[in-house]
């Protein structure tokens, strides 16, 4: 079973700009959850989407957004990028039944300039 | 590595010797807790979770164990390999692992000499 893919895997942006990032879940996995890593402020979780419906938000302002399509794909965007925004942009697909694990892909780096 | 963070406290290991990570958690109302594993350019990988009804969980190699009355995730790897050196992560959720949104600690980097 293929894992968690994401796309792309390396971005540059200028500041001011929006960006879309995709994330391709475990197939049979409806849970897509996005995380952003950075070295200050270590893993912290934006939002969680469970059949296409956002289920939690993290602590993280409005110009962070996702959504997600039936097919479990999910995409999440940026908009007025900032510099404090460069980071490593995590995905990571559950799947159903009370299994806690999240299955995590190899994240989007984006730095922004 | 390009995802750790630059003050990670670090663990440093001979081959062949265990090792134990600790954690501190802090939701008392945390019902299910995981471990993971990050080498560098990679993303987290997962190693083994329990739910606050346990104390106790072996995987292969792996044991973790859960203090609920002091907040305290511990994860031992018995027979330490080259190949664990990376940073380990604990992360909590309040939902009993049903929903997606852990909450992750700081890490450790874990060095393992030859």
């Known amino acids: 079973k293929a894992g968690v893919t994401q796309t792309p895997r390396y971005l540059i942006k200028t500041r001011g700009q929006q960006v879309t990032l995709s994330c391709s879940p475990i197939?049979?996995?409806?849970?897509v959850s996005w995380y952003q890593q950075t070295p200050g402020q270590g893993l912290q979780f934006l939002f969680e989407?469970?059949?296409?419906?956002?289920?939690n938000k993290g602590n993280f302002p409005g110009r962070f957004s996702g959504r997600q399509f039936s097919n479990s794909r999910s995409e999440m965007n940026v908009s007025t990028l900032e510099l404090g925004d460069s980071a490593l942009y995590l995905c990571?697909?559950?799947?159903?039944?009370?299994?806690?694990?999240?299955?995590f892909g190899p994240g989007t780096r984006l730095t922004v300039t | 590595g390009e995802s750790v963070g630059l003050h990670l406290p670090t663990l440093s290991v001979q081959e062949g010797d265990n090792s134990i990570i600790n954690c501190a958690y802090s939701?008392?109302?945390?019902?299910?807790f995981i471990w993971y594993k990050q080498e560098s350019g990679k993303g987290p990988q997962f190693i083994i979770d329990?739910?606050?009804?346990?104390d106790k969980r072996q995987g292969q190699r792996v044991t973790v164990l859960l203090n609920k009355t002091v907040k305290h995730l511990s994860l031992q790897i018995a027979a330490t390999q080259p190949g664990d050196s990376a940073v380990y992560f604990c992360?909590?959720?309040?939902?009993?692992?049903?929903?997606?949104?852990?909450?992750f600690g700081k890490g450790t980097k874990l060095s393992v000499k030859p």
């Open positions: 990571a697909s559950k799947g159903a039944g009370g299994r806690g694990e999240q299955y």
């Open positions: 197939s049979g996995h409806r849970s």
């Open positions: 989407y469970f059949s296409e419906t956002q289920r």
């Open positions: 939701n008392s109302a945390s019902d299910y």
């Open positions: 329990i739910r606050s009804n346990m």
């Open positions: 992360a909590e959720n309040n939902y009993g692992g049903s929903q997606g949104n852990l909450i």
